[in-house]
């Protein structure tokens, strides 16, 4: 046994819920490591970093060679939790008869395949820790069960796509003891939620850490609400 | 008379609808990727169907075949037209570029594809939009666990069948994803447990039977319920 203090890799960290979860998880005296796009502009985030658990670090999940480089820059280190936050909407034309397709591409390239590049990337320093969680941050609107209604098909569909790739690495990852989640944040007043939305980054973040907290490797392969409640395919 | 579109005809499970239903008296329109590829053709030749040059991740050339069915009623669209790239599929083994690509297919392409001939589907008496989906897009059943781009555009497939279902309602038309089976294919090779004809025919008999009651569901081949 070590006393190292847990670690954790959370991309998308310079606002909204990724923000929230790397300023909790610090004051919980964790190890974070904060990935964004833009460190430079991530002017929130920075202003966390006099804190020396932080670090921080350029990562586009979009971009294969961003991924290549953040494995290498973090090599040496175990991982004890990952979350796969970063993600886009996708602009307004999401209906049927005026679907954006380049931006369809771009949104299945950051929010599908992105979490896929950056858990196969990591999965040796998640592997290789104590606690060994990998948590996709999706959204109930993949949740093919629940869609009755039409319209948002760019956003909704990258979020069923990813639920996807939750459930093949829960059963690629199971033989490390790597356990794999799809996880709903809520509705959030963030920039992607709006200012109407029903509950606060705090809430959200506080929720999906405790849930995350008592996950097994029996939950691995699931979707969870930020309350803890199952939610359907 | 009654007039059908299949995309991916030209082998396979589209081929075998193509046949089936010029043989019970539809008109077939026929989408195949080259019109030039001899054995595609020849197995096409049938005085109800005609091909057309159809390769559903160009989007120029489905409004082409749109522009010129303009004036035709569709009684039922199949989007059909799929690949798998088999252990190319799996954990870390992917190609990137590869996954994009069946996303361009198997999900661009179906919506593309209902966007471009919406009118003439809600023109037609049956209204029937069939999207050939996969088991593996079942995020429930986990077959074929691990083809990371067949599963997940499957599964993006399923979700935007469902999304369909409720924006076309308002025109009578009624969308359902299938599961074919596992069916013996050039793409499944030749263990599989059903062959074309069997698994064809036995949907040709389910979607028949089809209308509003059974917009947005997931079926096998067989009529029974898949979970998503």
Not at chain 1, 101 to 120: D, H, I, K, M
Not at chain 1, 189 to 211: E, F, K, V, W, Y
Request: aromatic share 8%; net charge negative.
């Amino acid at each position: 046994m070590t006393n190292k203090r847990p670690s954790v890799v959370v991309t998308g960290a310079n606002r909204g819920i990724g923000l929230e979860l790397v300023s909790q998880y610090l004051a919980d005296d964790w190890q974070v490591y904060g990935c964004c796009r833009r460190p430079e502009l991530a002017t929130e985030l920075t202003g966390l970093a006099p804190n020396s658990a932080l670090s921080i670090h350029q990562l586009d999940v979009g971009n294969p060679d961003s991924v290549k480089k953040l494995a290498l820059t973090l090599s040496e280190q175990s991982i004890d939790l990952l979350i796969n936050n970063a993600g886009i909407y996708g602009g307004e034309r999401q209906s049927f008869g005026d679907i954006d397709y380049a931006q369809w591409t771009r949104v299945l390239e950051v929010n599908t395949l992105g979490p896929y590049r950056v858990s196969t990337a990591l999965a040796n320093q998640v592997g290789n820790s104590e606690q060994r969680l990998m948590v996709n941050v999706s959204s109930a609107m993949g949740s093919i069960e629940r869609y009755t209604t039409g319209g948002h098909y760019i956003y909704r569909s990258s979020k069923a796509a990813l639920n996807m790739v939750t459930v093949n690495l829960a059963h690629d990852l199971r033989s490390r003891g790597i356990t794999v989640l799809s996880v709903h944040p809520g509705w959030v007043r963030t920039d992607m939620g709006g200012s109407s939305a029903d509950i606060s980054p705090q809430t959200s973040a506080a929720g999906l850490r405790q849930l995350i907290s008592n996950a097994t490797i029996k939950d691995s392969g699931r979707f969870f609400s930020w309350d803890g409640s199952a939610l359907p395919w | 008379m009654s007039s059908v579109l299949i995309t991916g005809a030209s082998r396979g499970l589209g081929l075998e609808f193509a046949y089936q239903y010029a043989s019970a008296g539809w008109t077939v329109h026929a989408g195949v990727r080259n019109l030039h590829q001899r054995s595609d053709i020849k197995k096409l030749q049938h005085e109800k169907i005609t091909c057309h040059e159809l390769d559903v991740a160009k989007h120029d050339q489905i409004l082409s075949v749109a522009a010129q069915l303009a004036e035709e009623p569709i009684d039922l669209l199949i989007n059909n037209a799929g690949f798998w790239l088999g252990k190319d599929e799996h954990y870390g083994r992917c190609d990137e570029t590869q996954w994009m690509e069946e996303f361009q297919v198997h999900l661009f392409g179906t919506m593309a594809m209902c966007e471009a001939f919406v009118d003439q589907v809600t023109a037609g008496d049956r209204k029937l939009i069939v999207n050939i989906s996969s088991g593996n897009g079942s995020l429930t059943l986990e077959s074929g666990i691990g083809d990371y781009p067949y599963n997940t555009s499957k599964a993006a497939l399923n979700l935007i069948s469902k999304g369909l279902a409720a924006d076309l309602k308002q025109r009578d038309i009624t969308v359902v994803c299938f599961t074919p089976g596992f069916v013996a294919t050039d793409m499944s090779g030749p263990d599989a447990d059903l062959s074309p004809h069997e698994s064809v025919n036995a949907m040709c008999a389910i979607i028949d039977t089809l209308g509003p009651e059974q917009t947005g569901t997931f079926l096998r081949y067989n009529g029974e319920t898949v979970p998503w």
